[in-house]
Nanobody
Framework: QVQLVESGGGLVQAGGSLRLSCAHS????????MGWYRQAPEKQRELVAA???????DYADSVKGRFTISRDNTKNTVYLQMNSLKPEDTAVYYC?????????????WGQGTQVTVSS
């Protein structure tokens, strides 16, 4: 079983920055793509950003130019650098990982970390 452990959420003022981290415990499994989703109250979960093993990335239109996804395969970790945060970025952010190398990871999920952006 693969475990994903997220960290880095919190409360920040609009215009500020946060960096989320997600480490996976893959042993016999080989994680290919990883990504971040978010879910705001009374809204559906949406893909924020994803990255393949080769470094290809995809972003939601609402975060392009503000968020950057990256990964460190030596540490089994994916990061989400969030800059110029807006109140509408407030949500629970979930890390996801996939055994397939595509830009919709979802085989494994983290427990979620709260990001709150105050105006």
């Amino acid at each position: 079983q693969v475990q994903l452990v997220e960290s880095g959420g919190g409360l920040v003022q609009a215009g500020g920055s946060l960096r989320l981290s997600c480490a996976h415990s893959a042993s016999i499994f080989r994680i290919q793509s990883m990504g971040w989703y978010r879910q705001a109250p009374e809204k559906q979960r949406e893909l924020v950003a994803a990255i393949t093993s080769g470094g290809s990335t995809d972003y939601a239109d609402s975060v392009k130019g503000r968020f950057t996804i990256s990964r460190d395969n030596t540490k089994n970790t994916v990061y989400l650098q969030m800059n110029s945060l807006k109140p509408e970025d407030t949500a629970v952010y979930y890390c996801a990982a996939s055994l397939a190398d595509w830009l919709l990871p979802g085989d494994y999920w983290g427990q979620g970390t709260q990001v709150t952006v105050s105006s």
